[in-house]
C-alpha cells in the first residue's frame, strides 16, 4: 500500500534569548508522519513538545530546519500564507476549548469559515452537519455555559472539522476532563483518525498517548523516543482512596 507523507521536518531548532541566556527549546529534531496516523507527543514541562506542535501548526517558525506539510515548503511562508495553510489544512482542539461564551455551539462551529469567507447559508449547513458528526446536532443551538465540559470539547472538536483539515492538532484535549468523558473524547478522535484524518496530540498522561498508534518522547528539546504501539481503546479505571 502506498504512503503519502503529511508531516515532514528535518533538524528543526528553535531558541529564545532570555536575558543573556539562550534556551535551545528544539534542538534539531527530524520527524515524519504519515496521512492517517495517529501520533502521542509526551514529554515534561518544558521538553519542547508544545514548540513542536506550534511549529506543526504554523503557529510559530523555527529558528532554523525545514518543514513541510503535504508537501508545501511553510517555514518561509508570509504570515497570511501560513494563516491560509492553517485554515485549509489543519483543525487545533485546545484544552481550555476557547469557546466564545456568549455565541451558540452553531455560532462557534462556523467562525474558522467565516475566516475563509464561506457564504452564510453555507457555513450554517457546514456547522450543522459538524456537530451532528459529534454527536451535538440537537445542541446547536445552545451557547457553552448550556454545555458540559464534554459537550464544549465535542463543540471545538467539530470547529476544527468544519473546514475539512487533513490533519487535526490536540493539545492536551482531556487535560480538562474528568476519566469517562475523556474516554469519550478519545473515542470521538479515534473514530475521525479510522476515518482518514491524521491525528496528532500532546499528552502529559500515559494512558491518553496508549490510544494512539505511534509515541513521540520528548526531552531537553530533543526526540528521545519515537515507537509504534498497539492502541489501548479505554483508559485505566479511577481508584477510590
Not at 27 to 40: C, I, K, P, Q, W
Not at 77 to 85: E, I, K, Q
Request: contains cysteine.
Amino acid at each position: 500500500m502506498t504512503t503519502q507523507t503529511l508531516i515532514e521536518a528535518h533538524d528543526l531548532v528553535k531558541t529564545y534569548t532570555m536575558g543573556d541566556q539562550t534556551v535551545h527549546a528544539l534542538d534539531g529534531v527530524s520527524l515524519s508522519v504519515e496521512v492517517g496516523e495517529f501520533v502521542a507527543i509526551m514529554g515534561a514541562s518544558g521538553s519542547g513538545k508544545s514548540t513542536l506542535m506550534n511549529i506543526l501548526g504554523c503557529l510559530d517558525r523555527p529558528t532554523s530546519g525545514h518543514y513541510s506539510l503535504a508537501g508545501e515548503p511553510v517555514e518561509s511562508l508570509a504570515p497570511d500564507d501560513l494563516a491560509s495553510v492553517r485554515n485549509r489544512r489543519i483543525g487545533f482542539v485546545f484544552q481550555q476549548f476557547n469557546l466564545l461564551p456568549r455565541t451558540s455551539a452553531r455560532e462557534n462551529v462556523e467562525l474558522p469559515m467565516v475566516y475563509a469567507g464561506v457564504p452564510s447559508a453555507e457555513r450554517q449547513k457546514r456547522a450543522l452537519t459538524a456537530l451532528q458528526r459529534v454527536g451535538l446536532g440537537e445542541r446547536s443551538g445552545h451557547t457553552p455555559a448550556e454545555l458540559s465540559g464534554g459537550q464544549q470539547q465535542r463543540v471545538a472538536i467539530a470547529r476544527a472539522l468544519v473546514n475539512q483539515p487533513q490533519l487535526i492538532l490536540a493539545d492536551e484535549p482531556t487535560g480538562a476532563l474528568d476519566t469517562h468523558t475523556s474516554e469519550d473524547i478519545m473515542r470521538l478522535l479515534t473514530e475521525l483518525n479510522e476515518q482518514g484524518i491524521t491525528v496528532v496530540l500532546v499528552t502529559h498522561e500515559a494512558d491518553i498517548a496508549a490510544w494512539a498508534k505511534r509515541r513521540l518522547v520528548f526531552r531537553d528539546g530533543l526526540m528521545v523516543e519515537d515507537v509504534w504501539q498497539t492502541p489501548v481503546r479505554h483508559l485505566a479505571p479511577e481508584v477510590a482512596p
